[in-house]
């Protein structure tokens, strides 16, 4: 299997800022005893973050007096820094089972407060040019593929459904020797968008990952979707959000992992991609 140099990909700080500016988050450090039954910090997976933002702002409005804070990246990243490095956000946001189950497993979840909040596929891209004239999964096998991006599967759930979706198409076999295993899922679709690679596997949210809050969602110009590759295995990635048990605010926590749930959130995840009833 081919394999490049693991590299973590830089966040895109523009879209962080603008979110930031949105919500009033760029202040100034204030003396005095706060007081944390009015401050919730969160963890969001990018993947999710302009549907996140949506959600935020409604909620602001909803809870005025609430002071949010947040951090937002790749979703492997935040659960390490959870894991390994001593990080406590109030709510955890995990983009698979993958980056929520150790968490979990470590015991630093609250009982009872970890929910599936929305759902997402996985589809095989191609750069706009499409190199190799892809025009299915099945194409995949052909000589003219040499190459395909796919998150590592031993940290990524992205990457391990989909290698267990391509065995269960009899594709998998056929294909690994062509695979580059990227240590994220924001790698494979910059190999895609750069035309580094033949073809990608990202997830269906991904592909709204640089547009702002506040723009037109659409597709960027730069990836070809060729196929809902769980679709054919009648599959979806469930993304999660709990509260930890360190959080000194847990009631304000647990309603807004709730408030996920609400009507208005699952508007606001459907129309970036998510939602927990994907067609």
């Not at 003219?144 to 998150?151: F, G, L, N, Q, S």
């Not at 594709?171 to 494979?188: A, M």
Request: net charge positive; hydrophobic share 35%.
């Amino acid at each position: 299997m081919h394999k490049l140099p693991l590299s973590r990909p830089g966040l895109d700080l523009s879209k962080i800022l603008v979110c930031l500016a949105i919500f009033g988050m760029l202040t100034g450090c204030s003396g005095g005893k706060e007081d944390v039954s009015k401050k919730l910090v969160i963890y969001v997976p990018c993947s999710v973050f302009g549907a996140f933002c949506d959600i935020l702002d409604q909620y602001k409005k909803e809870n005025p007096d609430l002071k949010i804070s947040f951090d937002t990246g790749n979703t492997v990243v935040l659960m390490r820094k959870v894991l390994y490095k001593g990080k406590r956000p109030d709510v955890y946001m995990g983009t698979g089972p993958f980056e929520t189950e150790p968490i979990e497993k470590k015991g630093l979840i609250e009982p009872g407060t970890r929910i599936v909040f929305s759902h997402d596929s996985l589809i095989l891209t191609t750069p706009f040019s499409n190199p190799a004239n892809i025009n299915s999964i099945n194409d995949l096998i052909t000589d003219k593929v040499r190459t395909i991006a796919i998150p590592n599967s031993q940290i990524n759930s992205s990457g391990h459904f989909a290698i267990e979706a391509f065995a269960q198409l009899g594709l998998w076999d056929k294909i690994k020797h062509k695979v580059i295993f990227t240590q994220y899922g924001r790698e494979s679709r910059t190999y895609v968008i750069k035309d580094k690679v033949d073809a990608g596997i990202m997830y269906t949210s991904c592909l709204y990952e640089d547009i702002k809050p506040g723009e037109e969602i659409i597709r960027p110009k730069e990836i070809k979707v060729i196929d809902d590759i769980l679709q054919k295995v009648n599959k979806k990635i469930p993304s999660y959000a709990c509260v930890l048990k360190t959080s000194k605010n847990k009631l304000e926590a647990k309603k807004f992992v709730n408030y996920l749930l609400s009507d208005f959130s699952q508007k606001a995840l459907k129309r970036w991609g998510g939602g927990i009833n994907l067609n």
